[in-house]
């Protein structure tokens, strides 16, 4: 840079702000890239400790919950192979959905919406003038209220009361 009477020409001024705005741009980008993996390679930091933890603890539950269903399949798997019986697989598979936390909804829980749960086959209408009746149980999981499977509910031509009213379903549960 060449320094004259009226100091630095503006041309080679430019060039030199120019050229440290990079250099500065490039130690911001530096700055955050050591930053990242910092806290990726430092386990000690807090964000990266709650964010292995939450992971590893996500793992842990999937596996778990994995080999739980496994489980469930091999059972189900030898039952079936044995040629056991329709009814006596009916208590068996009721304890195993009782272990796995689901339940059998054969009426709407107070203050939930009936078609949250059921699906309405034929003429039925749910909330209208006909009686419907429960054909097959909505599943739910117990923890956490959610609808693991619709159930199904039709008409009832004998019955005259009006509303949704839940049947055993040929006297099963």
Do not use: N
């Amino acid at each position: 840079m060449r320094v004259g009477k009226g100091g630095a020409s503006s041309p080679e001024l430019q060039t030199a702000l120019e050229e440290m705005s990079g250099r500065l741009q490039e130690l911001e980008r530096t700055s955050e890239l050591i930053k990242t993996v910092l806290m990726v390679k430092d386990p000690e930091a807090l964000q990266a400790a709650a964010a292995y933890d939450g992971l590893r603890k996500q793992i842990v539950a999937a596996v778990a919950e994995r080999r739980y269903h496994l489980a469930h399949l091999s059972a189900m798997a030898v039952a079936v192979s044995r040629g056991t019986d329709i009814a006596d697989l009916r208590p068996q598979v009721a304890e195993w959905l009782r272990q796995a936390g689901v339940a059998e909804v054969w009426e709407v829980p107070e203050g939930r919406l009936d078609r949250d749960f059921f699906e309405v086959i034929g003429r039925a209408t749910l909330g209208g003038d006909l009686v419907i009746k429960v054909i097959e149980p909505a599943y739910i999981d117990m923890q956490t209220s959610v609808v693991v499977r619709m159930g199904r509910v039709g008409a009832d031509a004998q019955d005259s009361a009006p509303g949704c009213q839940a049947s055993e379903g040929d006297g099963e549960k």
